[in-house]
């Protein structure tokens, strides 16, 4: 995961990330996932930066305002072919909010719309934009970020809705992406009481991922979590805690703990005295494993 302190300008980025995957197939034979949030609009770490010469969008908001997919496809295409060109070949994009709460300021400029069928139609176009320049898009925040009013970058934050108003508003752009074959999800840190019955972000919660996104929703790609050195998490759980709670709800790939050396020592402790069995890693091996054998067979890595 590559952030804009990381990319100084075309050549150092290129050689950085042609180095990075070097080293992964060097090492497993397999690529490696070089990311980057790149949404278009806000959140762009390349197209922030005027050492790269790539188009500039507008908001998601004013793109889901026009109504057009043709217009969030090609803001897809477009990024995808600059992040390709760069040597990236994972996007965390698109974000498939619904913004339902008026007082949400995390995503308030970052969702195409308050409307879900609306959200999804362009999420999934994005992603098809995306992933027509070889780019795997990531879909954002399960089970939605546009209803809370706290931002997890801080600290908690919560969505009352219940499962059957969840289903039939922030849930569908991420039903429809599975519908059609999306392959990675990313995770908030957004508790659901009303779902799950405590405060337990959606990143470490069995009944969000493993029960309703797995097995309500039929999910079974890859579940990355939000960055886990964000204060929704730092300020209730320790790097291990929270990189075992995340394994054992069903997340596949944890990003970016706190204390990477405490976390990594967390779930090997765990892994060798059985609290994270043998065949929970499994699991998430052959899901990530399936994913990059995926892209060698569609050219997108070597």
Partial sequence: MYFAKNLQNPEQTKTMLENTARYAKERIGLPVFLTVDEEGGQVTRVAGNPAFDVPEFPNLSEIGAAGDTDEAYELGEQIGSYLKELGFNMDMAPVADVLTNPENTVVK?????????????????????????????????????????????????????????????????????????????????????QVTGDDTPATMSYTLISEILRGDMGFDGIVVTDALNMGAVTEQYTSGEAALTALNAGADLLLMPEDFQDAYQAVLQAAENGELSEARIDESAERILRVKIQMIGEGVAE
């Fill in 109 to 193: 400029e970052r969702a195409f719309s308050s409307d879900p069928e609306t959200a999804g139609r362009m999420a999934l176009a994005e992603w098809r934009g995306l992933k027509s320049q070889g780019i795997l898009g990531v879909y954002k925040h399960f089970p939605g970020h546009g209803g809370t009013a706290g931002d997890s970058h801080n600290g908690y934050a919560y969505v009352d809705d219940t499962l059957e108003e969840l289903k039939s508003g922030a849930l569908i752009p991420f039903q429809e992406g599975i519908d059609a074959g999306i392959s990675v999800i990313m995770a908030g840190h957004i508790s659901c009481p």
